[in-house]
């Protein structure tokens, strides 16, 4: 079973803080993304990676930075929270054969106040 | 625009019903996928189908590309099946990107 693992569940940070969410995956998958969830706006992407120091800018980029240092780790980065940062953070990974076929992790509630 | 739109948008059924959701999308797709958000937030894969008809258990899944529909059946409900069902889909011209539905939020009462 492919396994997607996020760093925190549930996170309360302040506002100005850097803040890093870190999700690692087991199955050698080429792809990795970071998604916010949000009531009544669904799943957004914010950044994808397909490859190792590779990376791509999503629908809603701008507030966030990313980092894949090693293939079976994507970390996301808020250099400054706001509180509208407040949100529910995805996780996910694909294969390169499977791009769209994609396993989340468990998610990260993260609180700005 | 591209559009994935999921009906019911809430669905409340007792223990032991069968349900049937839907997933309508607005252009061709190359893959379709159906999730399961649980109670505490995660997104579990159920069925990766992008054509024709696949079963796993208690539910299963139709996908009719050319009249730009879905369809996930659950037969005979649990409590655990509660929860928000997502259809997600990478359009033929969506640079292999997935556009996620609105969802459909399903309560099954003992």
């Known amino acids: 079973d492919v396994k997607v693992t996020q760093s925190s569940r549930y996170l309360v940070k302040r506002t100005g803080e850097k803040v890093f969410l870190e999700c690692v995956q087991d199955?050698?998958?080429?792809?990795m993304f970071w998604y916010r969830q949000d009531p009544g706006l669904g799943l957004r992407l914010i950044y994808f990676s397909y490859d190792v120091k590779m990376k791509e800018k999503g629908d809603i980029p701008e507030g966030y930075s990313v980092s894949r240092e090693k293939k079976e780790r994507f970390s996301l980065i808020l250099e400054s929270a706001s509180t509208n940062q407040t949100s529910m953070y995805l996780c996910?990974?694909?294969?390169?054969?499977?791009?769209?076929?994609?396993?989340f992790g468990q998610g990260t509630r993260l609180t700005v106040v | 625009g591209i559009q994935v739109e999921q009906s019911p948008p809430d669905l409340i059924l007792q223990e032991g019903a069968n349900s049937t959701l839907r997933c309508n999308f607005s252009?061709?797709?190359?893959?379709l996928q159906w999730f399961h958000q649980n109670p505490w937030g995660q997104l579990i894969n159920l069925f990766y189908?992008?054509?024709g008809t696949k079963q796993n258990g208690r539910l299963s899944a139709t996908t009719v590309a050319t009249e730009r529909y879905s369809l996930l059946y659950i037969s005979s409900s649990q409590t655990t099946d509660s929860g928000v069902y997502f259809c997600?889909?990478?359009?033929?011209?969506?640079?292999?990107?997935?556009?996620f539905g609105t969802g459909t939020r399903l309560t099954i009462i003992p």
């Open positions: 997600a889909v990478d359009f033929f011209f969506g640079n292999e990107k997935l556009t």
């Open positions: 199955m050698d998958h080429e792809n």
């Open positions: 189908i992008p054509s």
């Open positions: 996910a990974s694909s294969s390169q054969d499977r791009v769209t076929e994609a396993f």
């Open positions: 252009d061709s797709v190359n893959n």
